[in-house]
């Protein structure tokens, strides 16, 4: 019966990345709006009677708003704003899209023309 070793140990150490001089990470921004949005508003707020919120913004495929209410979670500004998870319509065109950063994807599974493509979010209409 063959003796078989297995020596386990430790990978070797490679040495510890080191961080080039000169190149240290920037000081956070003052404005948490990228440099390709607009920075004006993307969604406006809908206060209901019963003080739940709902953000609305107008979708470029549909020609139309679509809203987001409290299953959705909202973070980031009303200017560079993300929701989660992503908003389905049932039934129409299948309008099917995540807004992130004040960027809306749309899922490949959408009917319609924007389907697989990326926009900036428009801004919001008053
Ligand atoms: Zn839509």
């Not at 704003?81 to 992130?100: A, D, E, I, K, V």
């Amino acid at each position: 019966m063959p003796d078989v070793q297995r020596i386990v140990s430790p990978a070797p150490s490679r040495g510890t990345p080191s961080t080039p001089k000169g190149t240290s990470i920037p000081a956070s921004q003052s404005t948490p709006v990228p440099p390709t949005l607009s920075g004006k508003p993307k969604v406006y707020v809908v206060e209901l009677d019963d003080g739940t919120k709902r953000y609305c913004f107008h979708c470029p495929a549909c020609s139309y708003g679509h809203q987001f209410d409290s299953r959705w979670t909202f973070s980031g500004t009303l200017e560079c704003p993300t929701f989660r998870p992503s908003l389905r319509l049932h039934g129409g065109n299948g309008c099917h899209l995540n807004l992130t950063a004040g960027m809306i994807y749309y899922h490949t599974d959408s009917k319609h023309g924007l389907a697989g493509k990326t926009v900036e979010c428009p801004d919001a209409e008053e």
